[in-house]
């Protein structure tokens, strides 16, 4: 009797690991959050910088320049989820550094909007050089990005200090400065 007890413990238990990790393996994937909220993984998608394309894998792209200069595209952490284009599905606005043969690290800002089959990244707008991303909002289908800049007459090597905002939509089918 106690065997037959072992045993249906050790199934019940494999048994309820196995749900619990393919869970949570499936919401990593998919971009569902704990809470059930469903928020769009941009971090293998491409995207649209001045004419040419970068597609990203795991959050990191290479190109090169006409040059044949590398450039290294990285997303970065910040990001915020909410409906930009008012199809009721949770779009992602990301930000994403570009870097190349210079000491300029370049900051976009982008978005990675629903479609009507599937999620597509948008044209990345330039936002500055060596620039202190803060926060990333969306509300009623406006984007806000605000970031601690220099003043004009500031060197890029003097830290930022002044802050920052600049709002953003989806409007024909681009990602453009309100």
């Known amino acids: 009797m106690k065997k037959l007890?072992?045993?249906?413990?050790?199934?019940v238990v494999i048994v309820a690991l196995f749900y619990t990790f393919q869970n949570k393996f499936i919401n990593q994937n998919t971009g569902v959050q704990?809470?059930?909220k469903f928020e769009p993984d941009p971090s293998n998608s491409t995207f649209i910088f001045d004419d040419s394309k970068v597609t990203l894998s795991n959050g990191r792209g290479e190109?090169?320049?006409?040059d044949e200069i590398?450039?290294?595209t990285i997303l970065l952490k910040e990001r915020a989820s909410g409906d930009l284009n008012m199809d009721d599905k949770n779009d992602t606005v990301v930000l994403l550094t570009r870097s190349g043969g210079g000491s300029g690290t370049f900051i976009y800002i982008a978005?990675?909007?629903?479609?009507?089959?599937?999620?597509?990244?948008?044209?990345?707008?330039f936002i500055g050089d060596r620039i202190s991303p803060r926060l990333v909002t969306i509300?009623?289908?406006v984007a806000t990005m605000k970031y601690l800049d220099r003043r004009d007459d500031e060197p890029f090597a003097a830290e930022p200090t002044v802050p920052v905002s600049k709002q953003f939509v989806y409007k024909n089918g681009e990602f453009v400065e309100r």
């Open 70 to 72: 590398p450039f290294e």
């Open 5 to 11: 007890l072992t045993i249906v413990l050790t199934i």
């Open 111 to 125: 978005a990675y909007v629903s479609g009507p089959i599937s999620y597509k990244g948008t044209n990345a707008v």
């Open 139 to 141: 509300e009623d289908g």
């Open 34 to 36: 704990e809470g059930g």
């Open 63 to 66: 190109e090169k320049s006409e």
